[in-house]
């Protein structure tokens, strides 16, 4: 007897669907508004005077976090596409979600995994850089 993964039901994959749309949107709010405190720190005069290369590195992580904004703002495009997309064929009378859209959200959830990460560890850079060099 072969071993089969239960099928959802139409609703259930919609509602876990929905969920992690949810999820990813939370992480990107929440990215968005770390990211605005952290260029304000970053544009401030809070820094002790005669730091070697402080300008730069300061400049350097306001190019990088320029960059994540640019990455989390194409995968967002894209998980909102992706959203749409599932919407119109939950709307159609098939019975479950198909295999390419299902590859569709994991290759998303990558992205968004990453974009996650490489945010976390820029996040910590800067914060290990900067906390003892506050005034």
């Known amino acids: 007897m072969k071993n089969k993964e239960p099928i959802m039901d139409k609703e ?4 876990s ?33 005669n730091i070697p290369n402080l300008f730069e590195r300061l400049q350097d992580f306001k190019t990088r976090l320029q960059l994540i904004d640019k990455r989390n703002a194409a995968v967002r495009a894209q998980i909102s596409l992706h959203e749409n997309n599932l919407g119109s064929e939950l709307n159609v009378g098939d019975n479950s979600i198909g295999a390419d859209d299902i590859k569709k959200s994991n290759s ?13 560890d820029l996040k910590s850079e800067i914060f290990n850089y900067t906390g003892s060099l506050l005034i």
């Open 12 to 15: 259930k994959q919609a509602a």
């Open 108 to 120: 998303l959830q990558l992205k968004v995994d990453e974009c996650q990460g490489d945010y976390q």
């Open 17 to 49: 669907w929905h969920w992690k749309i949810q999820q990813w949107k939370l992480k990107f709010q929440l990215m968005d508004d770390e990211i605005v405190f952290i260029k304000r720190l970053l544009d401030s005069n809070a820094f002790k005077d």
